[in-house]
Structure formats: structure tokens, C-alpha cells
């Protein structure tokens, strides 16, 4: 079954040339189904990068699902055509009257910066209280999972001595999680990343369960109990190439960074990176669609509560 997108959105082609079946708005219209409604609220400066990416993840099912995406309007992105976000976003006022199935909350690049620092905090603050109420189950990436800890549960973040970046090695602690349904005992995730939470703050929290841990990297995976939020630090969705984009910024703009880990072959940042992490990456989103979003949520969305 198709992903329902936008008309004219850039990452049709792209998803088609990769035979990924795509819906656009006016043949869905004509389809006598209901399709989840999905919000992803893309905090990332590449934007058309990173639709691309989570629209590949969340395609990979039988259902039809309905994606918007929505930007912020208390910050002004300075890597993306104004045009592109007048004609595929929407903002938070625009939406706060309406009910959705699921919701993605993107990382962003603002990790060493206090969150009340943050130029959009008060409006992200908004926007997750507002989650609580009008989304059935949200799914939080990198620092959006760790915004959304700290806002909810009172989890702080703490700096590391240097950039978390590659490929890393995790462990599930809870294989009867329905969000691992179809994973190994462990599996690869890619990280990239200045900050952490800890371990024993989120066991501390009775709401919360810790669901994978990296020997390296920390904590993975983490769910409310209600299943309602569900927390990643990682970045599950990225392309091959991402983290060799991401190294070799860092490197033009003179950081002190290492090598990602894991990731170049005999770490040769000229080779192409070794891709071990696509297949779990892809049934994390799958089942989160299917077993925390279709299975639960109500047909009438507008009873969400």
C-alpha cells in the first residue's frame, strides 16, 4: 500500500526511482478508506533530506498513511527555499484544533545549547503539551527525543567529551517489546551527537521503560508505559551516506572531529561507507506505525484524549 504525500513534493521521484509506492493527494481522494494521519514535525536544517528519509521508513507497509509536515514559525530556517515550506508545511497554529494517529519529532542540530535556550523551546514546549492530548503516539529522534524526555519526564541531558558519531552496536533488553517484533537479539543503529542521557535517570522514572542499550553509544530505546511516546536517540532512518556528509562538514568548518565510527571500511573516509543498520532501522518504523499507531488508534481520531 501507497504513503500518501503531498502534490509536487520533492522526494516523489526519488522514493518512485526506488520503486517505493507513493499516493498523491488527488488519487488518494478517490479511495474509500481512511488513512492515518501523521504529523512530523522536521526540526532538521535539510529538510528535503530528511523528508526523504522518514517518508522512505514510514512507506514500507500495508496501510495508507497521510503525512504533513509541519515547521516552526518562532525560527526561520536558513537552509530552506521559503517557497518549498509555503507549499508543503504547515505551522502549529494551523493544525492545534486537529487529531492525529502519529507524530514524528525530528532532532536538531542545537544539542549544546541549554533547551530553555533554544530560539523555538516555549513553541516546541507547546507543541509537545499539545501531543498529550490531540496525538495518538509520538516517536521522538536524537535531540527531539531528549527535548521530549527533559519536557515530560524531567530527564536531563549531559555533554560528552566529543561528538558521538557512527554506527553502533545495541542490545534489546525487552524482546518481547512489540516495537522489536523481527529483530535480532541485537542489531546496528547510526548515532551522531554532542549530548546523553543516563541510564539510571530514566530507570528512576516508573512511567518510563528502557527498551536498548549500546555499550558505546548508551541509551537507545526508550518508551513511556502507556506507549504513547516512544524515545530514539539515534537516527534509524539515515541514508548511507549521511554520517560522510556530516563528517566531512565538520572537517571543511576546521572541528576537531573523529572519524566515524564503524562506518568507513578500515576507516578510509574515501571508501563507501559499510551499511549494516537499514534493515532494523526500517522495521523500527514499521512497527511503530503498525503496533503503536494502526493496531490502537481510535477510528474516530477526534476522540483522542
Not at 509506492?21 to 529538510?47: C, G, S
Request: hydrophobic residues 35%; negative net charge; charged residues 20%.
Amino acid at each position: 500500500m501507497p504513503i500518501k504525500i503531498p502534490n509536487q513534493l520533492p522526494a516523489t521521484p526519488i522514493l518512485e526511482s526506488e520503486n517505493i509506492f507513493v499516493m498523491t493527494e488527488y488519487r488518494a481522494l478517490h479511495q474509500d478508506i481512511r488513512p492515518l494521519r501523521l504529523l512530523i514535525l522536521n526540526l532538521m536544517p535539510t529538510k528535503e533530506v530528511t523528508e526523504t528519509q522518514l517518508l522512505r521508513q514510514l512507506s514500507n507497509s500495508p496501510l495508507q498513511v497521510e503525512v504533513e509536515f509541519l515547521h516552526t514559525i518562532s525560527y526561520k530556517s536558513k537552509n530552506v527555499d521559503p517557497v518549498h515550506l509555503a507549499s508543503f508545511y504547515t505551522t502549529f497554529d494551523q493544525v492545534r484544533d486537529q487529531h492525529f494517529d502519529g507524530m514524528i519529532i525530528t532532532g536538531a542540530p542545537v544539542e549544546n545549547l541549554e533547551f530553555e535556550d533554544v530560539d523555538y523551546w516555549k513553541e516546541l514546549c507547546d507543541i509537545m503539551e499539545w501531543t498529550s492530548h490531540n496525538v495518538h503516539s509520538t516517536l521522538h529522534i536524537c535531540w527531539g527525543a531528549q527535548a521530549a524526555l527533559y519536557y515530560h519526564f524531567g530527564i536531563p541531558k549531559y555533554p560528552l567529551d566529543k561528538k558521538l558519531s557512527g554506527v553502533f552496536h545495541h542490545k534489546v533488553l525487552n524482546t518481547q517489546s512489540r516495537l522489536f517484533r523481527g529483530f535480532d537479539d541485537d542489531f546496528f543503529m547510526p548515532h551522531s551527537r554532542y549530548t546523553d542521557v543516563y541510564e539510571a535517570d530514566i530507570t528512576k522514572v516508573p512511567e518510563l521503560e528502557l527498551l536498548s542499550l549500546s555499550d558505546e553509544a548508551g541509551v537507545c530505546v526508550v518508551k513511556s508505559i502507556d506507549n504513547r511516546y516512544i524515545f530514539v536517540t539515534g537516527h534509524p532512518e539515515y541514508d548511507a551516506d549521511t554520517l560522510a556528509q556530516e563528517y566531512e562538514r565538520d572537517v571543511k568548518k576546521g572541528l576537531s572531529i573523529d572519524i566515524p565510527k564503524n562506518y568507513f571500511p578500515n576507516d578510509d573516509s574515501t571508501a563507501p561507507p559499510y551499511v549494516h543498520w537499514r534493515a532494523h532501522g526500517q522495521l523500527l518504523y514499521s512497527n511503530w506505525l503498525n503496533y503503536f499507531v494502526y493496531q490502537t488508534t481510535p477510528y474516530d481520531i477526534s476522540s483522542i484524549k
